[in-house]
């Protein structure tokens, strides 16, 4: 599959300012140091495109990257253990459920979940959230390449049966240092954007 160009945009920090020009969004959601910035890179064939650290919390705004002059990825602040006060926590939080809840542009969410972990109470009220405003998602069980093939074989299953009561557009597995599944997830990014 041909990889989009790809460029940063901006990042929004309220939800006050607009975007121009105005194209359909893909959001990126998960936890803390889940590999939301690394799965973006991947899935764009850049290194550094999405900023990855190893301290948790340190995307804090809405960040847009423009695809092809054609849709944006936006990679959201991630929840949970981030090492940051709860107040800009909170802050995130408010800032997120906006966006999630008004965007007029966005066409589906993918939530990253790792595998070796599944889904924890706060990914699952993402979940729960994002069926309750009838937006459109994929979930991506990322990092599979540290499972061993036995644990492949067994976690992987489980978490798809564990999740299938979401209803996800797609449940798929990705590995952001093997590029693993990237084909399958642009394939479910495109079903979203034609809907």
Known sequence: MKIPEAKFITSRANLKTRIEPA?????FGGRSNVGKSSLIN???NRRKLALVSKKPGKTQLLNYFQIDDYFYFVDLPGYGFARVSKAMRQNWGKLVEGYLRESS?????????DSRRG???????LLKWL???ERPFIIVLTK???LRPSEQRTILPRLRQELQPFNATAILTYSASKNHGRDDLWEAIYRLLKK
């Open 144 to 146: 599979i390449d540290k």
């Open 42 to 44: 991947s899935l764009l």
């Open 131 to 133: 069926q309750n405003y």
């Open 105 to 113: 542009e966005l066409r589906g969410v993918i939530v990253i979940l």
């Open 119 to 125: 889904a924890r109470e706060e990914d699952r009220e």
């Open 23 to 27: 194209l359909p969004e893909i959001a």
